[in-house]
């Protein structure tokens, strides 16, 4: 017994065994992945509300700087981090909830604009204002008018032209989110590890002897003779019989 511990205590993962594993259990492996992956697909199309996206866009530098000077490209750099932080200023928020409710009909809360709303700097002089519904045009709406109520604050505050619009939100035509292809693949993937990981797990816990090596690794003992199982045999050849 303290033989067979020490075996065991010192045993290794053999790959070999593992890949044999795997290749006979190929189906369950395959069976698995397509599981998870058709539970990741069933979630994203019929649980998951889908969300659209809109996106306005920004240019920082004024209308009235030289775009070819170095200086006024400094100046608009050091400027996009300035002008995000005023596109989700609370004085900007508030503005684009009167515009949207005296144009648009529409009440929002000052929270529910924030949460669908994100502001990001591309090329350090982009300004890129983003919204997110579960109604097309309702995000396009909400970015739009935040995009109009930054270009007024900004001219505000540093006292010069606004900001030049790029590209006015639109409506999107297709979901943003959920990704159901993406998701898709992810379940694929984890379903696969996870099968394999349990097989692993089965193969490495299983200190059951089953041949002759076994016996010399985990019971330090010599194999003098080995009797083949003719029990199988018979039972088959009996329901060949039958």
Do not use: C, H
């Amino acid at each position: 017994m303290e033989t067979r511990k020490e075996n065991q205590e010192n045993d290794v993962i053999d790959l070999k065994e593992l890949f044999f594993v795997y290749v006979k259990k190929w189906w369950l492996i395959l069976l698995g992945a397509l599981a998870v992956a058709a539970a990741a697909f069933a979630v994203s199309s019929f649980l998951l509300t889908p969300k659209y996206q809109s996106k306005a866009m920004l240019y920082v530098l004024s209308n009235t700087t030289s775009e070819t000077s170095a200086t006024d490209l400094q100046v608009g750099d050091a400027l996009a981090g300035d002008f995000s932080v005023i596109a989700k200023s609370n004085a900007v928020i508030d503005q684009a909830i009167e515009q949207i409710k005296a144009n648009a009909g529409k009440t929002y809360t000052r929270e529910e604009i924030q949460d669908a709303l994100t502001v990001q700097n591309q090329e350090n002089r982009i300004l890129v204002i983003s919204a997110m519904s579960t109604d097309a045009e309702e995000a396009s709406v909400i970015a739009n008018y935040v995009a109009e109520a930054t270009k007024e604050q900004i001219a505000n505050i540093t006292k010069s032209a606004p900001p030049t619009t790029l590209e006015e939100a639109e409506p999107a035509e297709r979901p943003a989110s959920p990704n159901i292809v993406g998701n898709t693949e992810k379940g694929f993937l984890i379903g696969f590890v996870l099968v394999l990981a349990i097989l692993t797990l089965q193969t490495v816990l299983n200190d059951n002897i089953k041949t002759a090596e076994d016996v010399e690794t985990y019971l330090g003992l010599n194999t003098l003779v080995v009797v083949p199982d003719f029990g199988s045999k018979k039972k088959s050849r009996r329901r060949r019989k039958d």
